[in-house]
């Protein structure tokens, strides 16, 4: 065994040697694979091996794509058959949201290039002569998709990565992991010790215990999954004798099953209520192929259910069923990226559907590794999505959520009912008095919207309009006309200070930082190829500290970020402060009226000017008043030490009674960023978009000297973009706004997509947020936009058509 290596990958299963085999891809040869067993043993080896190029996440769409792409090659390569069959898959429909499900995912599909069709139930009846159609409203078909085998895909991987002089050590049980103080790693193991750069966690069922080497709680525990293997079906035997192709995979999520052909038998495939989590404290030392007992009793219903869509699968035998491990996040969604708060510790972990992401998250993590930067938005799969709340209780109880969710509907306004409440700002009980219908986001409560007295205070979700659409629009006019309220005590908020803070932020963001203290800078950290990483709101505080504040939903991501970039002279300090202050936004035209009544500061033009802080009094409380916000009106943010929410929450209300204060929640928020064309990490920010793309011009100061990303920056714009940031008023909707991942047409031809959108309340217009090729990014363009499988003519409109001159927040 070798002692030194650049990478060691720890973890056999088809995730840890797809990654090893696109790291010798990428030409790094001097990498190795440590497996405690063999490979395959652990949840690989008994997967169903089905190719799902169906998924909602941008991030995950694209990884399985390239999977199946590649799994169609590496026979070639290799010389081994990975058991490729590409059969199609056939996606039933019983109801509206089902199809208006499938044409938002369509969206996605048609912007990163997976084929798909839609079919009749009379054309499903052609494809599956064996499926009852009785209740079907259509389906939408992948004829690329398909299934694998599993085992015999490992080894492919295998052979290519030894071809290109990896190693692979099997039998080897790691039993420490030790960071040294120059940034190399040490892999103990019962065989001896390997010194490394950078270390992959790939180790499926054991992630917590890996995780737990380094002092990290993976947010992974795995999950039961059942499924059954029947006796040979006559009528499948018989087409096969006919010469007649094998039938695609089938699945009908309304029922929550799949299924698919297997030597002349079905597999049936549940994702039942009930699945409990398994190997909670990790598994056995000695764990190899290991299955549970079956429960067929919790399957009954979906057995039923697959009786009736095929009433072939109810007139044969069962010949083996199978019940093994399957890890799990909380989204459902894998982790694949760096670790937080560790240097060169990567993980690629809680696959629930490992078999479609091994190629794909191999690839992207190898990019990463190798490069520095994946070439895909990673947020969806990021690990830094996920906090310290994700306890081991919480895990339990979401995994198993999301494991019965596997095939629920899965609307954009979703909200899941398990383990919440779990962090809410000191002013909840206040908001859910008032009617709050909250959602969640980073384990914290956010208000979505409030019910008016004589409204049930429960969500509806939809792809459309859905019922609680006009109190948003409502809350959305209110506060544009009076006065309103919003907690966002979920923001990200952290303090850098000391002698060498201000060279750091000016080397870490693109903008240039303020020399004046109490000026607020909106900020961007840009990767090193050019492309938008973090947003922030920076306030200087004195001459060696500065205040940031960043989306709640990124704090990990964010944070992390900061730190890694830290110098290594401790000129710089980083403090997390998130949990110790709220944030409350009052907003709109009667704001000044307000602040007046509750704080003896000027808050007029002159003393309080936009863009600008200052340490007031709400009544007896102390708080930094920022005069910005996120919504397009005259408002200031109240950012306060969190045990004095209430009260300045309560003087606030009462102060503004007869200014018919209300509050108004994140849906309502959002209609009106729309308007101001305001931009989002993840959406019209990205990695993969340069900052210049996504038209932040004025907050990218080249000339300030050098910064990260910088130079990169530079030589993409003078390479030319292939992108161009644009906003578009859509005509004629009736019940449906665009929600992002809309492919946009022009001349029939695929231009771009809407990467935001929304109805506008105060222009009563639906506008959309796009990326669209450069040379129609012109005001009067004429494009069109599809959505839930409807085409709506679109026009390129002016940035922030809702004054645009920012009167409103200047006022």
Not at 540 to 566: M, N
Not at 571 to 585: E, H, K, P
Request: hydrophobic share 40%; charged share 25%; glycine share 10%.
């Amino acid at each position: 065994m070798k002692t030194q290596a650049r990478v060691v990958v720890i973890g056999g299963g088809v995730v840890g040697v797809g990654t090893l085999y696109h790291l010798a891809k990428k030409g790094w040869s001097d990498v190795v694979l440590i497996e405690r067993k063999e490979l395959t043993s652990g949840s690989t080896w008994h997967a169903a091996g089905l190719l799902p190029l169906f998924n909602m996440s941008y991030s995950v769409g694209q990884i399985h794509q390239y999977s199946v792409n590649l799994y169609n090659s590496l026979e070639q390569e290799t010389g081994l058959n990975v058991g490729l069959k590409t059969v199609g898959n056939i996606r039933l429909a019983m109801n509206r949201d089902r199809m208006d499900e499938y044409h938002q995912y369509a969206g996605v599909a048609q912007t990163i290039g997976v084929n798909f069709n839609f079919i009749s139930p009379d054309e499903i009846k052609e494809l599956w002569p064996l499926c009852n159609t009785d209740g079907l409203v259509g389906a939408l078909v992948h004829p690329d998709d398909g299934y694998v085998q599993p085992a015999d895909l490992t080894q492919a991987f295998a052979k290519g990565a030894r071809d290109r002089g990896a190693e692979i050590y099997r039998h080897t049980t790691v039993t420490a992991i030790d960071q040294k103080p120059n940034g190399e790693w040490v892999v103990t193991t019962d065989k001896g010790q390997i010194t490394c750069e950078h270390v992959v966690s790939a180790t499926g069922n054991f992630a917590r215990k890996t995780g737990e080497m380094v002092g990290l709680d993976i947010p992974v525990i795995p999950v039961e999954h059942q499924f059954i293997v029947t006796e040979p079906v006559p009528e499948i035997v018989e087409r096969h004798k006919a010469g007649l192709p094998e039938m695609g995979v089938l699945r009908e999520a309304d029922g929550g099953w799949y299924m698919r052909e297997e030597a002349g038998g079905l597999i049936l495939g549940p994702y039942e209520v009930g699945a409990p989590c398994c190997y909670v404290n990790g598994p056995s030392d000695d764990c190899e192929y290991e299955l549970f007992q079956e429960d067929l009793d919790r399957l009954e219903p979906y057995i039923e259910a697959a009786m009736n869509r095929v009433p072939a699968f109810a007139e044969v035998g069962v010949k083996k069923v199978y019940n093994g491990a399957i890890a799990y996040t909380p989204d459902g969604n894998p982790i694949i990226g760096p670790a937080w708060d560790k240097r060169n510790f990567w993980l690629n972990e809680g696959h629930s559907f490992g078999i479609t992401a091994a190629g794909g998250a191999g690839w992207q993590l190898a990019e990463w590794i190798v490069d520095g930067e994946p070439t895909v938005d990673m947020l969806g799969v990021d690990p830094r999505r996920f906090g310290d709340y994700c306890t081991k209780a919480y895990l339990q109880a979401k995994n198993e959520e999301t494991y019965a969710h596997v095939f629920v509907t899965h609307f954009p306004d979703e909200e899941r009912p398990v383990a919440r409440a779990l962090r809410t700002a000191p002013c909840y009980d206040r908001l859910k008095a008032l009617g709050a219908v909250f959602g969640q986001k980073f384990g914290w409560e956010r208000a979505n919207w409030f019910a008016p007295e004589g409204v049930e205070a429960v969500d509806d979700f939809s792809f459309r309009r859905s019922a609680w659409w006009q109190h948003s629009v409502n809350e959305a006019k209110h506060v544009s006309e009076h006065v309103g309220i919003l907690d966002m005590t979920a923001f990200a908020k952290s303090r850098i200070s000391g002698p060498g803070a201000e060279a750091f932020l000016d080397n870490l963001l693109a903008n240039k930082i303020s020399k004046k203290i109490g000026r607020v800078a909106l900020c961007h950290a840009l990767n090193t190829r050019g492309g938008v990483h973090s947003e922030f709101t920076v306030i200087r505080e004195t001459e060696d500290s500065f205040y940031c504040v960043s989306a709640g939903a990124l704090a990990r991501l964010d944070q992390d970020w900061i730190k890694k970039h830290l110098p290594d002279d401790r000129s710089v300090t980083f403090q997390d402060i998130t949990n110790q202050y709220g944030v409350l936004v009052i907003a709109g035209p009667r704001s000044r009226d307000l602040m007046e009544r509750v704080s003896q500061t000027d808050f007029s033009n002159k003393a309080f000017p936009w863009l600008s802080a200052q340490q007031i009094n709400v009544k007896f409380a102390p708080a930094l008043a920022v005069r910005v916000n996120y919504i397009g009106e005259l408002g200031w943010e109240l950012h306060h030490p969190m045990e004095y929410q209430n009260h300045i929450f309560d003087a606030v209300m009462a102060a503004g009674k007869d200014l018919d204060i209300k509050p108004f929640g994140i849906r309502a928020m959002d209609m009106l960023r729309i308007e101001k064309s305001y931009r989002m990490v993840g959406t019209e920010m990205s990695i993969e978009y340069s900052a210049y793309e996504s038209a932040l011009d004025r907050f990218i100061h080249p000339d300030k000297g050098d910064f990260i990303g910088r130079d990169a920056l530079l030589a993409w714009q003078a390479k030319g973009f292939e992108n161009a940031f644009a906003t578009l008023e859509v005509h004629d909707i009736t019940d449906a706004d665009p929600l992002g991942s809309n492919p946009l047409y022009h001349n029939a031809q695929v231009v771009g997509r809407a990467t935001s959108g929304n109805y506008g309340p105060r222009l009563g217009k639906t506008i959309a947020l796009a990326m669209i090729k450069p040379d129609l990014a012109v005001l009067g363009t004429e494009l069109e936009i599809e959505i839930l499988g409807t085409m709506h003519r679109a026009t390129v409109i002016e940035e922030s058509p809702f004054d645009p001159q920012n009167e409103r927040l200047r006022s």
